[in-house]
Protein backbone atom coordinates (compact mmCIF):
# COMPACT_ATOMS: atom_id res chain seq x y z
CA UNK A 1 0.00 0.00 0.00
CA UNK A 2 2.96 2.51 0.63
CA UNK A 3 4.36 1.41 -2.47
CA UNK A 4 0.91 2.38 -4.41
CA UNK A 5 0.67 5.74 -3.10
CA UNK A 6 4.46 7.23 -3.71
CA UNK A 7 3.90 6.00 -6.79
CA UNK A 8 0.82 7.98 -7.11
CA UNK A 9 2.75 10.79 -5.83
CA UNK A 10 5.42 10.59 -7.63
CA UNK A 11 3.70 9.92 -10.71
CA UNK A 12 1.41 13.08 -10.22
CA UNK A 13 4.54 15.32 -9.42
CA UNK A 14 5.74 13.74 -12.38
CA UNK A 15 2.86 15.03 -14.27
CA UNK A 16 2.45 18.52 -12.71
CA UNK A 17 6.53 18.88 -13.25
CA UNK A 18 5.82 17.95 -16.93
CA UNK A 19 2.90 20.28 -17.35
CA UNK A 20 4.75 23.47 -16.31
CA UNK A 21 7.98 22.60 -18.44
CA UNK A 22 5.26 22.58 -21.23
CA UNK A 23 3.67 26.09 -20.07
CA UNK A 24 7.24 27.69 -19.98
CA UNK A 25 8.23 26.42 -23.12
CA UNK A 26 5.03 27.30 -24.94
CA UNK A 27 5.15 30.95 -23.30
CA UNK A 28 8.86 31.09 -24.29
CA UNK A 29 8.50 30.26 -27.93
CA UNK A 30 5.47 32.67 -28.26
CA UNK A 31 8.04 35.42 -26.61
CA UNK A 32 10.80 33.82 -28.36
CA UNK A 33 8.30 34.93 -32.02
CA UNK A 34 7.97 38.40 -30.91
CA UNK A 35 11.26 39.21 -30.51
CA UNK A 36 11.70 38.01 -33.83
CA UNK A 37 9.46 40.05 -35.55
CA UNK A 38 10.74 43.23 -36.73
CA UNK A 39 6.85 45.10 -35.55
CA UNK A 40 7.68 44.89 -32.30
CA UNK A 41 10.50 47.47 -30.42
CA UNK A 42 12.71 46.08 -26.82
CA UNK A 43 12.60 48.16 -23.69
CA UNK A 44 15.13 46.61 -21.33
CA UNK A 45 13.95 47.27 -17.25
CA UNK A 46 16.06 49.67 -15.62
CA UNK A 47 17.15 46.63 -13.58
CA UNK A 48 18.62 44.56 -16.27
CA UNK A 49 15.63 41.73 -15.44
CA UNK A 50 14.56 41.31 -18.66
CA UNK A 51 13.15 43.02 -21.71
CA UNK A 52 9.41 44.48 -22.61
CA UNK A 53 8.30 43.69 -26.21
CA UNK A 54 5.95 46.53 -27.54
CA UNK A 55 4.22 47.50 -30.93
CA UNK A 56 2.71 50.48 -31.20
CA UNK A 57 -1.10 50.98 -31.75
CA UNK A 58 -2.17 54.39 -31.36
CA UNK A 59 0.57 57.80 -31.59
CA UNK A 60 -0.73 59.79 -28.45
CA UNK A 61 0.10 63.56 -28.99
CA UNK A 62 0.99 63.90 -25.35
CA UNK A 63 4.44 65.97 -24.77
CA UNK A 64 4.16 65.14 -21.15
CA UNK A 65 7.26 62.61 -19.78
CA UNK A 66 5.88 59.53 -17.64
CA UNK A 67 8.35 59.17 -14.62
CA UNK A 68 8.62 56.78 -12.10
CA UNK A 69 6.68 58.80 -9.36
CA UNK A 70 3.88 60.17 -11.91
CA UNK A 71 0.08 59.03 -11.58
CA UNK A 72 -1.57 57.60 -14.43
CA UNK A 73 -4.56 56.61 -15.88
CA UNK A 74 -4.98 53.57 -18.17
CA UNK A 75 -7.55 51.44 -20.13
CA UNK A 76 -6.20 47.93 -20.47
CA UNK A 77 -6.95 44.65 -21.05
CA UNK A 78 -4.60 41.74 -20.37
CA UNK A 79 -4.75 38.27 -21.63
CA UNK A 80 -2.46 35.08 -22.05
CA UNK A 81 0.49 34.17 -24.93
CA UNK A 82 0.19 30.29 -24.56
CA UNK A 83 -2.23 27.90 -23.88
CA UNK A 84 -2.27 25.71 -20.68
CA UNK A 85 -5.00 23.11 -21.04
CA UNK A 86 -4.46 21.30 -17.85
CA UNK A 87 -5.59 24.98 -16.09
CA UNK A 88 -8.34 25.76 -18.96
CA UNK A 89 -5.81 28.57 -19.97
CA UNK A 90 -6.58 29.04 -23.75
CA UNK A 91 -3.67 31.17 -26.09
CA UNK A 92 -5.73 34.82 -25.95
CA UNK A 93 -8.33 34.35 -23.16
CA UNK A 94 -8.63 37.81 -20.97
CA UNK A 95 -7.60 37.61 -17.77
CA UNK A 96 -8.16 41.08 -16.78
CA UNK A 97 -9.44 44.56 -18.13
CA UNK A 98 -10.89 48.07 -17.94
CA UNK A 99 -11.94 49.72 -21.29
CA UNK A 100 -13.61 52.86 -21.97
CA UNK A 101 -17.05 51.44 -21.58
CA UNK A 102 -16.62 50.21 -18.07
CA UNK A 103 -16.30 53.87 -17.07
CA UNK A 104 -13.20 56.11 -16.17
CA UNK A 105 -9.84 54.82 -16.77
CA UNK A 106 -8.36 53.28 -13.16
CA UNK A 107 -5.53 55.52 -11.89
CA UNK A 108 -1.99 53.71 -11.26
CA UNK A 109 1.16 55.57 -9.49
CA UNK A 110 4.05 53.96 -11.70
CA UNK A 111 6.22 53.46 -8.82
CA UNK A 112 3.64 51.38 -6.70
CA UNK A 113 4.63 48.06 -5.65
CA UNK A 114 1.45 46.33 -6.26
CA UNK A 115 2.13 47.28 -10.44
CA UNK A 116 4.03 44.82 -12.18
CA UNK A 117 7.40 45.77 -13.68
CA UNK A 118 6.78 45.33 -17.00
CA UNK A 119 4.44 47.95 -17.04
CA UNK A 120 6.67 50.19 -15.00
CA UNK A 121 8.44 49.78 -17.84
CA UNK A 122 6.13 50.78 -20.70
CA UNK A 123 4.77 53.39 -18.76
CA UNK A 124 8.12 55.38 -18.56
CA UNK A 125 8.29 55.24 -22.08
CA UNK A 126 4.76 56.43 -23.34
CA UNK A 127 3.20 59.69 -23.61
CA UNK A 128 -0.52 60.54 -23.04
CA UNK A 129 -2.45 58.76 -25.71
CA UNK A 130 -0.04 56.19 -26.90
CA UNK A 131 -2.06 52.93 -27.19
CA UNK A 132 0.62 49.98 -27.12
CA UNK A 133 0.62 46.16 -27.42
CA UNK A 134 2.96 45.34 -24.36
CA UNK A 135 4.73 41.42 -23.92
CA UNK A 136 6.03 41.17 -20.65
CA UNK A 137 7.67 38.00 -19.49
CA UNK A 138 7.79 36.15 -16.25
CA UNK A 139 10.39 37.90 -14.98
CA UNK A 140 8.46 41.24 -14.97
CA UNK A 141 5.32 40.13 -14.63
CA UNK A 142 4.17 37.78 -12.21
CA UNK A 143 7.08 35.81 -12.05
CA UNK A 144 7.41 31.82 -10.96
CA UNK A 145 4.94 32.08 -8.50
CA UNK A 146 2.33 33.38 -10.22
CA UNK A 147 -0.90 35.56 -9.24
CA UNK A 148 -4.34 34.41 -8.47
CA UNK A 149 -5.46 33.14 -12.00
CA UNK A 150 -2.19 33.86 -13.50
CA UNK A 151 0.45 30.93 -13.33
CA UNK A 152 3.61 31.61 -12.45
CA UNK A 153 5.92 31.48 -15.85
CA UNK A 154 3.22 33.54 -17.61
CA UNK A 155 4.28 36.05 -20.55
CA UNK A 156 1.09 38.02 -20.52
CA UNK A 157 0.07 39.86 -23.00
CA UNK A 158 -1.35 44.02 -22.17
CA UNK A 159 -2.71 46.49 -24.58
CA UNK A 160 -2.22 49.81 -22.48
CA UNK A 161 -3.61 53.07 -23.31
CA UNK A 162 -2.57 56.12 -21.58
CA UNK A 163 -5.87 58.36 -21.01
CA UNK A 164 -4.19 60.71 -18.46
CA UNK A 165 -2.05 62.27 -15.92
CA UNK A 166 -2.75 62.96 -12.76
CA UNK A 167 -1.03 66.53 -11.87
CA UNK A 168 -0.30 67.23 -15.87
CA UNK A 169 -4.21 66.93 -16.73
CA UNK A 170 -5.51 68.77 -13.89
CA UNK A 171 -3.80 71.76 -14.62
Known sequence: MIA???????????????????WMVANQSALNAIKADPRYK???????????????????????????????????????????P??????DDLFDKRLFDDGPAPSFTVSDASLR??????????????????????QLGYGREGYGSIPGYSTLIFEIEVAGIKGIDDK
Open 42 to 84: EIKSIGNEGSIYYRVIDEGDGTDSIYYTSTVECFYKGWFAADY
Open 86 to 91: ELNIKK
Open 117 to 138: NGWKVALQHMVKGDKWEVWIPY
Open 4 to 22: AVLFCTTSCSDDEDNHLDA
